[in-house]
């Protein structure tokens, strides 16, 4: 299955798997590279970077530790139930995810922002 917005097209998994590991990311990414760009260094990153978030019931929310920052550049974002396999951390702890398959389960929305 396909998820679309606009032009863009991310594969989405089945829901017949639950995955254990699950993640929000932030934001469209480009999905034929599935990698971030760091804006502090101006680099690539190995994967996509995503925030740990965890099962509640059976919709996926942030973890309680963690805190999101406003974009700056965009007043708001798109957040994504995310799951894939962790191939390294950013310097800001976050982690990065290559294998990144959109999840069709809801998010709960109650994340804290800063």
């Known amino acids: 299955m396909t998820l679309s917005i606009r032009d863009w097209k991310v594969r989405v998994q089945s829901r017949k798997v639950k995955p254990e590991q699950v ?32 099962w509640k019931g059976k919709a996926i929310t ?4 963690e805190v999101v920052a406003e974009h700056p550049d965009l007043p708001s974002r798109y957040a994504f139930p995310v799951t894939g396999t962790i191939v390294g951390y950013v310097s800001d702890g976050e982690p990065v995810l290559k294998g990144v398959r959109v999840l069709p389960y809801p998010l709960n929305l109650n994340t804290k922002r800063i």
């Open 23 to 54: 993640f929000i990311r932030f934001g469209m990414w480009d999905t034929r590279a599935n990698v971030s760009y760091n804006h502090s260094t101006k680099e690539k990153e190995r994967g996509l970077s995503v925030y740990p978030a965890k």
């Open 62 to 65: 942030l973890d309680e530790s």
